[in-house]
């Protein structure tokens, strides 16, 4: 599909987040960008999403598959999608205003430039899981593994590919992996381009180690950069902290070293 020149393409993933979706859907067209399509993935909800979905005003397209995870759900998305850019925004969280005027205006300034990031806000709603992590402002931001708080341009998924539907958890750090190992020219700004609400019902609060898929996505990577090595070595990877224009970060990827916190 030829996209459109200039059109962001938001895609939002939703499942059984009634609850949320309208504000998330009201954050996206607060930025008061134009051209803007939203398509809303509903993977199988069965809390009244749908009924909420179709009768949210701006909404491009929505539609409707049977439960798969958020890869498939997002990779329908990137399926529809007619944009040059793409934008994630799960339906539980919030982006503030202005976030896609300053990404854009910075992918429009740099063309080498394939992702620009920013930084995460956490907000804590009533019931929701604090996390442990040492945050880089009072205000507990800091730099993450989340895709909602970047901006894309389509052709990166043409080179990186799409989401492993394999994966229901750390898809996302899978993901951001194979962007680093392909040498994907990727910035993270200062600003704060994603709102990242905790609550009772995050999908990460049932993930236990065992399920993260985080030493499978290590695995995986690892195995991609020592067949690209010479003599069986691997290709060691930029760390996070490269991508971070202002060089406070603190979240360490699971890969580097020495090891951190893992950043999903």
């Known amino acids: 599909m030829k996209s459109v020149p200039n059109m962001v393409s938001v895609i939002t993933p939703v499942y059984n987040a009634a609850s949320f979706l309208p504000r998330a859907i009201a954050s996206i067209r607060k930025q008061s960008y134009d051209p803007l399509e939203i398509i809303v993935v509903d993977d199988g909800s069965t809390d009244g999403s749908s009924e909420i979905a179709r009768n949210l005003p701006g909404i491009s397209q929505y539609v409707y598959q049977k439960n798969a995870g958020p890869s498939a759900a997002r990779n329908r998305g990137l399926e529809l999608a007619r944009g040059e850019f793409i934008a994630f925004l799960d339906a539980d969280d919030e982006w503030p205003l202005g976030k896609l005027d300053l990404q854009l205006g910075r992918l429009g300034a740099e063309p080498q430039l394939e992702v620009v990031l920013g930084r995460i806000q956490y907000i804590s709603l009533p019931g929701g899981e604090e996390v442990d992590i040492a945050f880089e402002t009072e205000d507990r ?24 539907e394999s994966l229901r958890y750390s898809e996302d750090v899978d993901w951001f992996m194979r962007a680093r190992e392909e040498d994907i020219s990727m910035v993270i700004l200062e600003n704060v381009t994603l709102l990242y609400q905790l609550h ?3 999908m990460t609060r049932q993930m236990t180690s065992d399920r993260s898929n985080l030493a499978t996505v290590m695995r995986l990577s690892l195995e991609r950069r020592r067949r690209r090595g010479l003599s069986g070595q691997s290709i060691h990877l930029k760390p996070w902290s490269h991508y971070d224009e202002t060089g406070r970060t603190r979240v360490r990827t699971p890969d580097d070293s020495p090891p951190g916190k893992s950043a999903a």
């Open 200 to 202: 009772a019902g995050n």
């Open 141 to 164: 931001t800091l730099t993450h593994v989340h895709l909602g708080s970047g901006v894309y341009r389509r052709s990166v998924f043409d080179r990186v590919g799409r989401f492993d």
